[in-house]
């Protein structure tokens, strides 16, 4: 694969575009649907991840992510992935044209990371636009067995309607995408197999990710910018929740 050539990087960007082991990773946004509690930016203000400051102050057009993809590499890739602490379906039409390009320049997989609510959001069928547009994967945050824990440990303005929606939307991608991978954080009391037997009853993949643990380090304050990195699993892969 002959990639594009990245343009100049603007002195100290935001991280838009970050590499771990063989991946590399997109952030788009700090907004999200929810603010669910054991979400480390909503419990202590940490935006660290693998020693990456997600914290975005604005939302980069769709240009300024690209050259910070170029510029941190496509070539090899095993994936890449949109992620990070915001919902990334909130900016739909730039994660589409974004993973149109990642097609056309050769990327191999190109995976998105979300809460599943981008179809009771919007309205629209997120999940057949995120196949035509070239996207082979999708881990979706299930996170609760039913409806009224979920509407408890990821709260937001739709309660309960919440959870139904991520489960039609893990049905609709199951129907559209190669692959599709329901999650739920390990919380304390939580009721994981449930959430893995409706994952099996959905006919879609399913992986518990450890609680209180969030990218290849210990979360920190927001303002450190890189630290060292350590061999722990980045969540969801990647997702804060």
Same mark, same amino acid.
């Given at each position: 694969?002959?990639?594009?050539?990245?343009?100049?990087? $603007?002195?100290?960007?935001?991280?838009?575009?970050?590499?771990?082991?063989?991946?590399?990773?997109?952030?788009?946004?700090?907004?999200?649907?929810?603010?669910?509690?054991?979400?480390?930016?909503?419990?202590? @203000?940490?935006?660290?991840?693998?020693?990456?400051?997600? +914290?975005?102050? &604005?939302?980069?057009?769709?240009?300024?992510?690209?050259? $910070?993809? #170029?510029?941190?590499?496509?070539?090899?890739?095993?994936?890449?992935?949109?992620?990070?602490?915001?919902?990334?379906?909130?900016? #739909?039409?730039?994660?589409?044209?974004?993973? +149109? &390009? *990642?097609?056309?320049?050769?990327?191999? %997989?190109?995976?998105?990371?979300?809460?599943?609510?981008?179809?009771?959001?919007?309205?629209?069928?997120?999940?057949? /636009?995120? !196949?035509? !547009?070239?996207?082979?994967?999708?881990?979706?945050? *299930?996170?609760?067995?039913?409806?009224?824990?979920?509407?408890?440990?990821?709260?937001?303005?739709?309660?309960?309607?919440?959870?139904? $929606?991520?489960?039609?939307?893990?049905?609709?991608?199951?129907?559209?995408?190669?692959?599709?991978?329901?999650?739920?954080?390990?919380?304390?009391?939580? @009721?994981?197999?449930?959430?893995?037997?409706?994952?099996? %009853?959905?006919?879609?993949?399913? +992986?518990?990710?450890?609680? @209180?643990?969030?990218?290849?380090?210990?979360?920190?304050?927001?303002?450190?910018?890189?630290?060292? /990195? @350590?061999?722990?699993?980045?969540?969801?892969? /990647?997702?804060?929740?």
């Amino acid at each position: 694969m002959t990639a594009p050539r990245p343009g100049p990087l $603007a002195p100290n960007p935001p991280v838009l575009a970050y590499p771990l082991h063989d991946a590399l990773y997109l952030n788009l946004t700090g907004a999200c649907t929810l603010a669910c509690t054991f979400c480390p930016k909503i419990r202590d @203000d940490s935006c660290l991840v693998g020693g990456f400051d997600l +914290r975005l102050v &604005r939302n980069p057009p769709a240009d300024e992510v690209w050259q $910070a993809a #170029l510029h941190e590499g496509l070539e090899g890739r095993s994936e890449v992935v949109f992620t990070g602490f915001g919902e990334p379906t909130v900016r #739909l039409p730039v994660l589409l044209d974004l993973a +149109r &390009r *990642l097609r056309a320049a050769g990327v191999r %997989r190109v995976r998105v990371d979300t809460d599943g609510l981008s179809m009771l959001r919007t309205g629209r069928d997120t999940p057949a /636009e995120l !196949a035509a !547009a070239g996207v082979e994967a999708v881990s979706v945050s *299930l996170n609760a067995p039913d409806a009224a824990t979920y509407a408890r440990l990821c709260p937001s303005p739709y309660g309960e309607r919440a959870w139904h $929606a991520v489960v039609e939307f893990l049905e609709r991608c199951a129907q559209c995408l190669p692959e599709t991978t329901a999650t739920a954080v390990e919380v304390p009391g939580l @009721d994981v197999e449930t959430c893995r037997r409706i994952a099996q %009853r959905l006919g879609v993949r399913f +992986r518990a990710r450890p609680y @209180d643990r969030v990218g290849r380090q210990p979360s920190g304050p927001c303002s450190a910018r890189k630290q060292g /990195e @350590d061999a722990s699993d980045h969540p969801d892969p /990647e997702r804060a929740t």
